[in-house]
C-alpha cells in the first residue's frame, strides 16, 4: 500500500536520528486480513512495519504508562485516543512522535468471513477501492466502501486530530447528515424493549473482557469487575452482572470514547458492544457538544468542574 | 477426603486466640461437626487446607496444630482479604469448612536419625509449630537427634504462640533461638537482630542435618546464603511456598510454577528443587 | 462392528430415535456463528459447519457451574454447612463434533481426573456423554491437528466417527458405547467396500489439504527453565491485549476460579472459567504478584501447553491445532509462530 512505504521511511529516519526511541505500528500478520501491533527499535528493521486496511486495533491502547520517546502510527481515531492519554496524563505529549495516517476506513474483516460463509479466503488483495477475495475455486471483487467497519462507515474525524508526520494527503471528512441515525433507533424502542434489546446483545457474552482489553480507555489499573474488596460485580455469567459490566464500562467510556471500534473487533462472540458506548457519545455531544479527543486543552465533560455551571447542583 | 474434593467437612470454631498485638494474627482451633470426619482426617507436619466460609469464599491455610494432637485442628490465620477479614470477624461456636488435609509435608522419612534445624519468620510459623510439637512428642523425639530452632519476628508482640515458646526455651531437648528485629524492652531476655544474623551466630554445623526454612521472602533470600556456607547442600534446605490457590487439588490450575503446582505438588520443596523451576513465585 | 451407512435423508430419523434416549446437542448457527445446542427440530440439522467458534468443552465443563449450595439463615438446622446439590447427568449424544475437539477432551481428561483426585462433575458428565465426531473433510488453512498427534479423522476420544461422503455418511463405531447407540438407532446397514474406499479417500485428502505445520519435535528435550528464560517472550507478547479469549476459545484450556455468590440467605459457590491471561489469576492477597507483567502471563500460556504439560503428563502438547486462538485473537498473536520459536530457538 501507498502508507506502507511513507510509514517506512518516516520511521526509519526519527529512528536514525534518535527522535524516538522506538515505534509502535503495525506488522503483516499471519492470516489475511489480519496485522498485528509491533514494536520497532531499529533503523534498520523499519521494513516491518506493514499498513493495509486491516490495522483495525487502535495503538494508543499500548501507550499508557511507557516511559521511552515513541513514534507511533495513528489513524484518526487513535490520534483522537492518543489525545486523550494526554489529557488524562497517561503520556505526554513530548513523548510522542504521531506519524498521522489520513484513514479511509478499516474493513470489516468478519463481514467479509460472514460473506463467505463456509469457504475461506485464502488470499485478500487491496486495489482502487477493491477488495479481491480469493480462495477454493472462488474470486470476488469486493467494494471496499461496503465492507467498511460499522464505526468508519460512520467516521466524522478520518483525519488524524494531532500529528508530527502525515503519510499522505489528508482525506476527505464525510460530510453526513447524521452520523447518530442507529442510535435513534434504540431510542425510540419503548422501555421494555430496549431491555430485551440489550439483553439479547449480550446474551453470549462470556465475559473475557476482550473489548475492555482491546480499548484504550480501559487503563484503570484495577477494572472495578476485578475488584474484591468490595466485590462490585459478580464473576459468574449471570446476564445481571454481565449487564453490569458492560453498561458501567460504558458509562466510564462516556465523553471519552472515540468509537474506535477496537471494542467490537476484539469480541470472540461478535457482539455490538458499541451500541453501549455510542448513545453515551451521542448524549455527550447533544448535552456539551463534545466530542472526545478533539483537543489536547479540553479535559472530557464529565471530568470538568466549572464554576459558572449552568446547573445550580454542581455549583 | 470426601468423594467429592471439593466439599468441605463442616467444622465448629472451639476457640479463637488473639495472638499477636496488631490482632492481625489469630488462631481457630476447629472440632469436626462429625466424629467419621475426624476419623477420616489424617495429616502430616507440612500440610495445609482450604479453610472454606460459606458466603465468602476458601483460603489456603498452613496446618498449625500436629498431629499428635487430638480432637482439634490449629490454624492461625493472618487477616489480608474477604474471607480472613470475614474469619476474624466470626465468633467462637461459628461453623466452617475445612478441605484437606493438602499437599505435601516436609520430608519426615529422609529426616528421621538426622538433626533439624527449623527457620522461621514472622506469621510463616504454623507448620513449622506442627513439625516442632510433632517431634517433641515422646513418640517421635527420638526419630530425630539435635533440634534447634531459630524463629524471628518484627517485634515481641508479633511473634506467634509465645507461651509455647516460652514453653519449649525451658526444654533440654530443643535449643531455642528467639529474635526480634528491635524492641524498646530492656528486659527482652532473648536475641535481638535479623534471623539469618542470629542463624549465622548459632549454627556452625550442617553435619547430618536438615533446615527447614518458613518465612517472608526476604527472610529467605539472606538465609539461604548463611545456610550454603555453614555447608548445607540444597537438597537439605527445605521450604514451603504461599501462592494464590482456589482448588487446592492440583486441577484448577493458577499456583503453577513451571510444571508443578504449589497445592499438590508442594507447597513443601528442597531448594535443589525450586533451583530447577523458573523464579516464578 | 463393521463400518455402517446412514444415508443423509435419513439422519433425521435417526437423531430422532437418538432423541427417545438422549439429550441431543448439534452444532447449530445462531448471531452468525455455531455452538452445540439442544436439538429441536431433527429435520432442520446442518452438519455443514466448519467448527463451532467456542469450543465444546463447555458441555463437560460449564463457563458457570454451581458446585455447592448453602444456607446463612441462622434458623435453619445446617445453616453454613456446605451441601451439593442433585445434578442432571442424563445421557448425552453430541453430533457432529470435531475430531480435535473430542481429542482436546482426552488432554483435558488427565488433568480433571488425576491420580490422587477426581474432579467429580467432569468425570460424571463424560461418563453420560456419547460423541459422534465429523470427520473434516475440508479442513482450514489454519488447521494444524497433524502436527500435535491429531488429524482431521482422528479417532480418539470419539465414540463414533462420521465421514460425509455425499449422499451417505459412513460410521464408524470407535468404542463398545458408539456401537451401542448405533444399533439403538438402528444404524445397521454395513458400508460397502467402495464407501469404505470413498471415505479413506477423503480422509487421504483432507491430511494433505492440511496446509499449516508446527514443529514439536525439540520441545521434549529441551530445559523448561532455558525456554522460561528465553529472548523472544518479550516480542511476542507486546501486542497482546490480555483479553481471554485465546483461553476462552481454546478446547484445552482448562482453568477456573471459585467464588461465593449470596442472594440474602442463600448461596451457591460456582465455579468460572478463569484465565491465566488475568493479573487476578495469580494476584496473592497480601498484593504480591508472580506474574504482575503482561509477558509473564503470556509466556505461561504458551510454556503451559507447550512445555509444562508435555513435561507433567508425557502426553504430548496440550494444543490440538483446532486454529480457534489463530483466528480470532484480535492481535493475531500466532500460536503457530510460539511452536517455531519454542521448538527452534
Redesign the interface.
Known sequence: MRYTDKIREIAKKILADKTVDLIIGFKRGTLPMMTEPVTVRDAEKTDQLYWDSFCNMNLANYLPKREEKIGIVAKGCDSRNIAVHIVENQIKREQLYIIGVPCEGMVDRRKIISLLGDKEAKEVIESDGEIIVKGEGFEHALKRNDYLQDNCMRCMHRNPVIHDALVGDLVEERKEPDPYDDVKDIEEMGSGEKWEFFLDLIKDCTRCYACRNACPLCYCPTCFVDESDPQWVGKSIDPTDTMTFHVLRAFHCAGRCTDCGACEQACPVDIKVRSFTRKLNKDVLDLYGSEAGLSIEERPPLDTYRPDDYDAFIR | MPDNPYLPYPVRIQQIITETEDRNLKTFKLGFLNKDDEEQFKYIPGQFCELSMAGKGEIPIGIASSPTEKGFLLFTVNKTGVATKYLHNMDEGGIIGVRGPLGNWFPWKEMEGKNVLVIGGGFAFTTLRSSIVYMLHPENRNRFRDITLVYGARSPGLLLYRKELAEWEKRNDIHVHITVDATDDPDWPYNVGFVPAVTEQKIKTSENSYALVCGPPIMIKFTQPVLEKVGFEPERIIMSLEMRMKCGIGICGRCNIGDKYVCKDGPVFSLAQLNELPKEY | MSDKVIKKEELPNVLKILKETYEVFVPVKE???YRFKVLEDENKVDL???NT??SPKSLLFP??ER??E?S?DEADED????K?PPKDYAPTVVVGMRPCDAKALRLVDV??V?P?????WWARRLESLTLIGLGCK?P???CFCTSVNCGPFNEEGLDVLLFDLGKNYMARAITEKGAQLLKLAGVSEDATSDLNKQAEESKAKAEKQIISHVPTDKLKEKK??DL??ASFWDEVA??C?????C???CPTC?????????NKKK?D????????M?????????GHN??SEKV?RVR?RF??KL???L??YDNGVACVGCGRC???C?????I??VFKLMNET
Open positions: 448471531k452468525g456463528f455443514n459447519f466448519t467458534r467456542l463457563q458457570s458446585m455447592f448453602y446463612l445453616a453454613y454447612v456446605i451439593e488433568n480433571f488425576n490422587e483426585f477426581k474432579d467429580p475440508e482450514c488453512s489454519t523448561a527453565i522460561f528464560d507486546f501486542a491485549l490480555n483479553c481471554g479469549t483461553t476462552f476459545l482448562w482453568c477456573f476460579d471459585i467464588q461465593d455468590e449470596v448461596g459457590r460456582i465455579r468460572n472459567w478463569d484465565s491465566c488475568f493479573p487476578l489469576f495469580t494476584l496473592h492477597a497480601s508472580p506474574r509473564q505461561q510454556m503451559h512445555k509444562y504439560y513435561d507433567k489463530v483466528n480470532y484480535p492481535v493475531n498473536i500466532d503457530r509462530e
